[in-house]
């Protein structure tokens, strides 16, 4: 027998509990894999060789991720979300098993690469089926669990990676994931039950592969730039002119496709698009932060790279708290414009004093800082896709939740590429003002040293060097507060659209259009 979700008055049905542990299993999944990869590329390194190739183990699985994101949540409003996401997983599976079996970096970039097709339909899938399953007006006490997930994997991930690598061989950092998607993969079959689509229009071949020669195309550009070839070169030009053609013929495209992969009518509310831009910005901001912090407290407050997650846990704690927070008032108020203007105001602050930071500060001052940083997140990471998803009509569940989350990766890519620009420059001639000839020569190859080449240095180099991190840290920081501003603006705009508090009654779309009911869910 079939039972509805229940209204934020009533008592979830165990099998919701269930599904919603399965699905936030997936999303530690998405997560947690380049985090526990990354501490194990060393050892790989070592055993597989192929050195030069080495970013390409990212950069094979985050371009993967990233073109196959929007295309998962078409396939999932189209044929079943249910399909869509368990087919998502097994992808997943898949390219993990190869990749712990790999026998050349080749090889393994190859399988890493399936690996993020997989991971592209796990977010997605994830917040599409939360958006079908529970009312946004009941959503936001989920809210805490998936920034708990988010903060668990940040901190835990090197750790957990580290363990694996030095106890079970590298091979297990992706053999760990099995047993856990199998977990996923058995409770989402057995227990979730969404009603099953068959749309007669076709996917949009033409669509999906403008969209993904742009995608792919920006992510080159923006992981390539500065560091495998100059920004101005021919290569990154090339790359530039074929993405912003791709996009735009992608557009273009889009207002004629009978069954677009990204419907343009979704931008005509307002709200969708100003969470949008936040998505992006938050993303732009979030990654140059866990990228810079541990780098500057490794460099320059001696912290030990082994512990790095650990040290982003006040950003990551005040981050979980005020998500934490702000989806029970949303759900107890069903207000929720403040948190983005909350959010974006704390942002510019928090981002604002990191800049401060120089040799001399403390590692409590700089912890402080970093928690003023997560209680600005926090009020809009799980905000913006609440927001969003609210914005449209159910049918168009997947494409909203597909496109927040790859605007935010984008701004991800963005935010490291540019960032990590301006540290470089600013590091490279620090060195050269502080320590001369020397400190040109060692800032050469990279401007960002490991703790073992830091420890080799003179000690009027590795001064120069604790200075020059301090201020390209101030730099990337001031650039973040300056991007982090248009958030606030943008917050101001946003309509308090009442959010739809169950199946029953559809609340109207900002446009007035009447927004489809939930989805069913059957009890076992």
């Not at 985090?35 to 699985?61: D, N």
Request: hydrophobic share 50%.
């Amino acid at each position: 027998m079939a039972d509805t979700v229940e209204s934020v008055e009533g008592k979830k049905p165990r099998s919701v509990r269930v599904v919603l542990l399965a699905l936030m299993i997936a999303m530690m999944l998405a997560m947690l894999d380049n985090m526990i990869v990354g501490t194990a590329m060393p050892t790989i390194v070592g055993e597989l060789g192929g050195l030069e190739h080495l970013s390409w183990v990212v950069t094979g699985y985050t371009l993967a991720t990233a073109a196959s994101t929007p295309i998962w949540g078409k396939v999932g409003d189209m044929y079943g979300r249910k399909g869509a996401f368990l087919s998502s997983i097994v992808i997943f599976l898949i390219g993990s098993a190869l990749s712990g079996m790999a026998q050349n970096m080749g090889e393994l970039i190859g399988f890493r690469a399936v690996q993020g097709l997989g991971a592209g339909g796990l977010m997605v899938g994830v917040m599409a089926i939360i958006g079908d399953l529970i009312p946004p007006r009941e959503r936001g006490k989920y809210t805490g669990m998936m920034a708990g997930v988010m903060a668990l994997a940040m901190i835990g991930g090197p750790l957990v990676g580290g363990t694996i690598t030095d106890n079970w061989g590298w091979r297990w950092s992706f053999y760990i994931n099995l047993p856990l998607g199998a977990v996923a993969l058995v409770l989402v079959s057995a227990v979730l039950h969404l009603p099953k689509k068959r749309a007669k229009a076709r996917i949009d071949f033409l669509g999906v592969a403008l969209l993904t020669v742009g995608i792919t195309s920006i992510v080159l550009v923006t992981t390539w730039g500065g560091t495998e070839y100059a920004w101005t070169s021919a290569r990154i030009m090339e790359l530039t002119g074929i993405g912003v053609a791709s996009l735009v013929g992608f557009v273009f495209w889009q207002t004629r496709a009978a069954e677009p992969v990204v419907p343009l009518h979704m931008f005509r509310s307002r709200n969708f698009t100003l969470m949008s831009v936040i998505g992006f910005i938050t993303g732009f901001v979030m990654f140059g932060a866990t990228l810079f912090l541990p780098l500057y407290q490794q460099a320059v407050q001696g912290a030990s790279a082994t512990n790095s997650g650990l040290l982003l846990l006040p950003m990551l704690g005040a981050m979980l708290v005020t998500s934490m927070v702000a989806g029970r008032v949303t759900t107890n108020s069903g207000r929720y414009k403040i948190f983005p203007i909350a959010g974006g105001a704390l942002m510019i602050v928090g981002l604002y004093l990191l800049s401060l930071m120089d040799t001399d500060t403390t590692r409590f001052t700089s912890g402080v800082y970093m928690a003023v940083l997560g209680l600005g997140m926090g009020c809009l990471m799980q905000t913006t896709m609440l927001v969003a998803q609210n914005s449209v009509e159910m049918k168009d569940m997947g494409v909203a939740s597909s496109s927040t989350t790859l605007v935010r990766t984008l701004g991800s890519s963005f935010g490291v590429a540019i960032m990590g620009a301006l540290f470089n420059h600013r590091v490279q001639d620090v060195m050269s003002e502080r320590a001369g000839t020397l400190g040109s020569k060692i800032t050469e190859q990279s401007a960002q040293l490991d703790a073992a080449s830091l420890a080799k240095l003179p000690a009027v180099a590795r001064e120069a060097y604790q200075h020059a991190v301090s201020a390209g840290t101030h730099s990337a920081f001031v650039l973040g507060a300056a991007v982090a501003i248009p958030v606030l603006i943008a917050a101001f705009f946003v309509k308090e659209v009442p959010l739809r508090s169950g199946p029953q009654k559809p609340a109207l779309a900002e446009g007035g259009e009447d927004v489809a009911p939930a989805a069913v869910i059957e009890t076992v």
